[in-house]
């Protein structure tokens, strides 16, 4: 069992960076891939960026790409997304998500969600 945590989420103008964290808390963090998606209004949830047990592979969602860097530290059981210039369209509620050993980029394959962080991009 896994609880996870996310913070970071804010209003930030076009351009501007954040970095979300997504804490875990209960046993083997290193043993669970990490994800993260993102929910926008009326739109179905969308896979962001997923990360191996070791951060060894990691895997990037094409609008994101140049931009967000997920990184772990299993030290800490926190996974990291910084997204660096940002745009009004990555405007929605970023979830991160756990899974067993293997990454994957289907939100069905993650059996542990965190509450969600809202980031706003907007002037």
């Known amino acids: 069992q896994v609880q996870l945590v996310e913070s970071g989420g804010e209003l930030v103008q076009p351009g501007g960076s954040l970095r979300l964290s997504c804490a875990a808390s209960?046993?083997?963090?290193?043993?669970?891939?990490m994800g993260w998606f993102r929910q926008a209004p009326g739109k179905e949830r969308e896979f962001v960026a997923t990360?191996?047990?070791?951060?060894?592979?990691?895997h990037y969602t094409d609008s994101v790409k140049g931009r967000f860097t997920i990184s772990r530290d299993n030290a800490k059981n926190t996974v990291y997304l910084q997204m660096n210039s940002l745009k009004p369209e990555d405007t929605a509620v970023y979830y991160c998500?756990?899974?067993?050993?293997?990454?994957?980029?289907?939100?069905?394959?993650?059996?542990?969600w965190g509450q969600g962080t809202q980031v706003t991009v907007s002037s």
């Open positions: 209960g046993r083997a963090f290193s043993s669970y891939a």
């Open positions: 998500a756990a899974r067993l050993w293997n990454i994957r980029s289907s939100w069905n394959s993650y059996d542990y």
């Open positions: 990360i191996s047990v070791n951060g060894g592979t990691i």
